[in-house]
């Protein structure tokens, strides 16, 4: 039963333009929403992180949205660069447990 | 970026060996996790630890154990590997603060053989 779930596998986007990257959660009780971004070979980076009670928070080029009645949650990213490409992952957080849970990921591709 | 190391690296090993894979953190964070990444699973939490001694499972445990003797290093062994254990694991710390924002290691490639 996965809780978070990155429906789109890959994404392709031309550098200078926006990239959406989508997630869903079934379980309303989280209380953190986190993107994490993730290069061949290297561990996970921790990107940008939106709290339960906002729906809204801005990092320079990256944004993350949240719609808790829609319980989806979407990273932004403009401008994208060829050094934005990755993989994202994103993750839920619970006070109760203690515990992230991560979405399978997407791979981001940005061409010059 | 965190201060935190993962040995070895890359690791062959056979079925049925014992292998332990370690995590040090220069940190002094309180809390430290074990997962492993698959294609289409993203990373699931095998053990995590909330003190030295103090460990639970996670998700995916059975095959696996810790443990934590110091602040500093996690222990993770897969006591009789198995194929269904190759696989890219990752430590992880957070802090007692903010422990919503977990730090990962560069990780360790296992191939069971």
């Known amino acids: 039963d996965q809780q978070v779930k990155q429906n789109s596998p890959s994404l392709s986007v031309q550098e200078g333009r926006i990239s959406i990257l989508n997630c869903d959660y079934t379980?309303?009780?989280?209380?953190?929403f986190l993107w994490y971004k993730k290069y061949p070979a290297e561990g996970p980076t921790f990107l940008i992180s939106i709290s339960s009670i906002k729906d809204k928070n801005e990092d320079g080029r990256f944004t993350v949205f949240l719609n808790k009645s829609a319980k989806h949650l979407s990273l932004h990213i403009v401008p994208s660069q060829p050094g934005d490409s990755a993989v994202y992952f994103c993750?839920?957080?619970?006070?109760?447990?203690?515990?992230?849970?991560f979405g399978q990921g997407t791979t981001l591709q940005v061409k010059p | 970026d965190a201060g935190i190391t993962q040995s070895p690296r890359h690791k062959v090993t056979e079925t049925g060996t014992p292998v332990t894979l370690r995590c040090h953190q220069t940190e002094n964070h309180r809390y430290m996790y074990w997962y492993r990444q698959d294609p289409g699973h993203g990373l699931r939490l095998i053990h995590y630890s909330y003190g030295v001694k103090d460990t639970d499972k996670g998700e995916v445990s059975d095959g696996y154990s810790v443990s934590r003797s110091k602040t500093e290093d996690f222990l993770l062994t897969l006591e009789s590997a198995t194929s269904s254990q190759t696989s890219v694991y990752f430590c992880?710390?957070?802090?007692?603060?903010?422990?919503?924002?977990?730090?990962f290691g560069p990780g360790t490639r296992l191939l069971v053989l």
């Open positions: 993750a839920t957080y619970s006070g109760n447990t203690g515990k992230l849970i």
């Open positions: 992880a710390i957070s802090d007692r603060l903010a422990r919503e924002t977990q730090y």
């Open positions: 379980n309303s009780m989280f209380d953190y």
